[in-house]
DNA sequence: ATTTTGGTTATCATAAATGATAAAATAAGT
DNA sequence: ACTTATTTTATCATTTATGATAACCAAAAT
């Protein structure tokens, strides 16, 4: 696996972490930040390399900061 | 302006700033990072939402983390 | 069993990021 | 002034993120 496919992983991995600790709905969350739940399903699987205004959205939304949402580092 | 392009200007600036207080010129980074100068060139103006992975690539070829790359508050 | 609810997956269209190249502008040296 | 280095800008092609929609899957609730 490559880098760019690594990073995706753990990305999506970070997401969906961050949001199941919250208990908020793929959809819930996929609606506040104005992207299509399908999606934001894609992100979470690893299957895309969000842009950085995606992220700002998501991170905005679970109330973190975009530095903490790609805190990535020891992330399982 | 809207929010997606301060967010743009913002990370545009941080790169321009990260990379000149390493005197590093665009075209060497580029070329590290394996990304286009032209790319680079709108990027630092702003004129592109860069995705994770090619902020990534900048961040790992400025020594910093991607952590770092996106902490945006407070910076002008 | 059959509705909900949450999530996934597939497909297609559209917008936008990036690649590639070239030319022009600007700054820095000399 | 002239050269050199650096950056910007424009254009076009290609790739890909995202939008939009729909169908499907799996639990859980009832």
């Not at 972490?17 to 996929?30: T, Y």
């Not at 104005?34 to 109330?63: H, Q, V």
């Amino acid at each position: 696996m490559d880098d760019k496919e690594q990073l995706q992983l753990a990305i999506g991995k970070r997401v969906k972490s961050l949001r199941e600790e919250r208990d908020i709905p793929q959809q819930d969350l996929a609606a506040k930040c104005n992207i299509e739940k399908s999606n934001l399903s894609r992100l979470e699987a690893g299957g895309t390399n969000p842009t950085l205004y995606t992220l700002k959205r998501i991170a905005d939304n679970l109330g973190i900061s975009l530095c903490d949402i790609v805190n990535l580092e020891d992330k399982k």
